[in-house]
């Protein structure tokens, strides 16, 4: 069963801790993203990566950290920096090859911290 | 820095009748537009993609129309059913950057 998983759903942390959320795909896809979402916001990304041990920030990288490692994971971490880390984070994957440009989303993290 | 508007109010539509969202965008000019639908606390599914030289795109009950002179994509749901009722967002997909969504709410 093909997709792209994240875990956990929901998350929950104290201010000053770092978090990281994960993400992984069996798709065999080169490229694969972050993004965040707010209530009544549209997507914004986070960090990309387009290849293994290569990544470039988005519009909202201040407070965030990614490595890609290997090119099935691409885990997202949450620092204390992060002014408001409290948000809906959604990964995504993409064939760079594709001629739809689709991208596969994961189903989301929820992270709360109070 | 790119800009790309959608509705924010709802759209109630009764159940048959067509949906029409708007999307549009400034200080770009893309090559492609995507559309996706996303239901609640779920990640965005793909539905479409057109390209700046293609008017009008079709996928059974949906129409997409892309005017690169009015920076303007028009999104159509056909025959709306209750089952259509979710938040559709328009992407650049140049730019990774996506709208906020305009919600559609098809009443039986």
């Known amino acids: 069963d093909g997709g792209i998983t994240q875990s956990p759903k929901y998350l929950f942390r104290k201010e000053g801790q770092n978090v990281t959320l994960s993400c992984e795909q069996n798709?065999?896809?080169?490229?694969m993203y972050w993004y965040r979402q707010d209530p009544g916001q549209g997507l914004r990304l986070i960090y990309y990566s387009q290849i293994v041990n290569d990544f470039q920030k988005g519009d909202i990288a201040e407070g965030y950290s990614v490595s890609r490692e290997k090119k099935e994971s691409f885990p997202l971490t949450v620092t204390s920096a992060q002014k408001n880390p409290t948000a809906f984070y959604l990964c995504?994957?993409?064939?760079?090859?594709?001629?739809?440009?689709?991208?596969?989303f994961g189903p989301g993290t929820r992270l709360t911290v109070t | 820095s790119q800009k790309i508007e959608q509705n924010s109010e709802a759209l109630n539509i009764q159940e048959g009748k067509t949906a029409t969202l708007t999307c549009n965008y400034t200080n770009y000019s893309p090559a492609y537009l995507q559309w996706y639908r996303q239901d609640p606390g779920r990640g965005p599914v793909f539905l479409l993609l057109i390209r700046e030289n293609e008017k009008e795109k079709r996928k059974e009950r949906l129409k997409v129309t892309f005017d690169t002179t009015l920076k303007q994509s028009l999104f159509h749901i056909t025959a709306s059913q209750p089952a259509d009722s979710a938040t559709y967002l328009c992407a650049l997909v140049n730019r990774l950057a996506f709208g906020k969504g305009n919600q559609v709410v098809v009443i039986p």
């Open positions: 798709l065999n896809h080169d490229a």
């Open positions: 995504a994957s993409s064939r760079t090859s594709s001629s739809s440009y689709e991208q596969y």
